[in-house]
């Protein structure tokens, strides 16, 4: 079984130094994803941080290789959304993709995210669910 990708190593160190210093805010961190049927880790997600002055928190997500394409990244995109959701401060989640990530940018749209319509300065294609 792969590991999860290096996107997954990164957000999990971002929120051990959080935790290290007193910036990290439960629930707004990493969470694994874990196959039921054999209750493997195959991946991660998780928020960026805690809501904006705005009211939203964006998510990200990765999953091994060998998991992708079972729609389990859409599972937990729309699980992790709700949680957020939940929180009154929390006006809406959003999502960022690489314009070649087509297949990331599917799984927010079955999770009910709509794509943002102006092209923002990063470069990046942006999603949003309130």
Same mark, same amino acid.
């Given at each position: !079984? ?6 997954? =190593?990164? *957000? +999990? ?5 959080? +935790?290290?210093?007193? =910036?990290? !805010?439960? #629930? =707004?961190? &990493? ?27 964006? &998510?990200?997500?990765? *999953? +091994? ?19 957020? *959701?939940?929180?009154?401060? @929390?006006? +809406? ?14 799984? *927010? &749209? ?5 794509? @943002? #319509?102006? #092209?923002?300065?990063?470069? !990046?294609?942006?999603?949003? &669910?309130?």
């Amino acid at each position: !079984m792969e590991a999860p990708g290096p996107g997954v =190593w990164e *957000l +999990a160190g971002i929120t051990a130094r959080a +935790a290290e210093v007193g =910036w990290y !805010m439960p #629930p =707004w961190g &990493l969470y694994v994803i874990v196959r039921s049927a054999d209750d493997r880790a195959i991946g991660g997600i998780g928020f960026h941080g805690p809501p904006s002055a705005t009211g939203e928190v964006e &998510l990200g997500y990765e *999953l +091994a290789p060998v998991a992708r394409g079972a729609g389990y990244a859409t599972e937990a995109v729309r699980a992790l959304a709700a949680l957020g *959701l939940t929180h009154s401060e @929390v006006r +809406a989640v959003t999502a960022r993709t690489a314009p070649a990530n087509t297949a990331s940018q599917a799984v *927010l &749209l079955r999770a009910g995210f709509a794509q @943002v #319509p102006v #092209p923002p300065a990063d470069g !990046m294609v942006h999603f949003r &669910l309130s």
